[in-house]
């Protein structure tokens, strides 16, 4: 007789999660049965995913409303949804805003805000959770650089930032191993989002064309590298940058059709 598999019953904390990546984590992450955080620095967005999840899955799923460069909002979150689960196994750091500009054009204010949230953002929320997924035994901590840090034209302060989470999570997996915390980013590349398609048409079809699989990234294409991090069977997985770009970094620079 084959015996049946205990209900999944992990608990994540998801940064960013009202975006087009987050929502697509939050959805698959939920789907697998995980108890989820979802937090954003909109309330209003956080409410509607919360009650799509819950929807769509019947997951148990809290909306947590956080100011990512305020440690002490992080906190609050963090706490609130370990109090909520008992817990914290896994920490998905998605959160990120895009503020490109010529670098003799772009305006030291929006450098640093850049920063803030897309590294800074991450190293609070990392620290807030890891007394928890200490706790776990088998803490995940996962996080969302970017194809971008191999260099993308416009995108210094991004491209910096992302480049930054990568080798902050490889500092951190070699702290954390001993404590049973695996730590690993995942870089995607052109993903369709409502971020991603607010560039111009003429870019978004240039950036198409240079992708070798011949389509652009889902969200549900990032979720599934997520949820393979997540799961016991990557507890030999850490340090590592796993690339979800169809192909486009190792395919060269964008062609122009010249």
């Known amino acids: 007789m084959t015996a049946v598999a205990e209900p999944l019953s992990r608990s994540a ?33 956080l409410d ?21 460069s305020d440690r002490a909002s992080v906190g609050r979150a963090v706490n609130a949804a370990v109090d909520r689960f008992g817990g914290l196994d896994v ?7 895009l503020q490109d500009a010529r670098i003799e054009k772009m305006a030291a204010v929006t450098f640093r805000s850049v920063l803030e949230v897309n590294l800074v953002g991450m190293l609070n929320t990392t620290e807030a959770a890891l007394p928890a997924l200490r706790t776990s035994g088998s803490g995940r901590v996962i996080s969302l650089t970017s194809r971008a840090w ?16 990568a080798g902050v999570s490889r500092s951190l997996a ?18 369709e ?14 950036v ?9 990234g889902r969200p549900s294409d990032v979720a599934r590298a997520v949820a393979f ?11 590592q940058t796993i690339t979800v770009c169809g192909g486009r970094s190792i395919s060269g620079s964008m062609r122009t059709g010249k």
Not at 150 to 161: C, I, K, R, V
Not at 176 to 187: E, K, R, W
């Open 13 to 45: 904390f998801i940064t960013g999660a009202a975006g087009g990546i987050g929502r697509g984590i939050a959805l698959h992450l939920a789907a697998q049965g995980y108890r989820l955080a979802v937090s954003d620095i909109s309330e209003a967005a």
């Open 48 to 68: 509607q995913l919360a009650e799509d999840v819950g929807t769509a899955c019947d997951a148990d799923t809290v909306g947590l409303q956080a100011d990512l």
């Open 91 to 97: 920490l998905v750091n998605c959160a990120g805003i």
């Open 150 to 165: 191999l260099g993308n034209f416009g995108s210094t302060n991004y491209a910096t930032s992302k480049g930054a989470i």
């Open 174 to 191: 070699l702290s954390l191993a001993g404590d049973g915390v695996t730590v690993n980013c995942i870089a995607p590349g052109f993903i």
């Open 193 to 206: 989002t409502p971020m991603s398609n607010s560039m111009p048409d003429e870019i978004i079809e240039r």
């Open 208 to 216: 198409r064309q240079s992708i070798p699989v011949g389509r652009a």
């Open 229 to 239: 991090l997540a799961a016991a069977e990557a507890d030999y997985v850490t340090g």
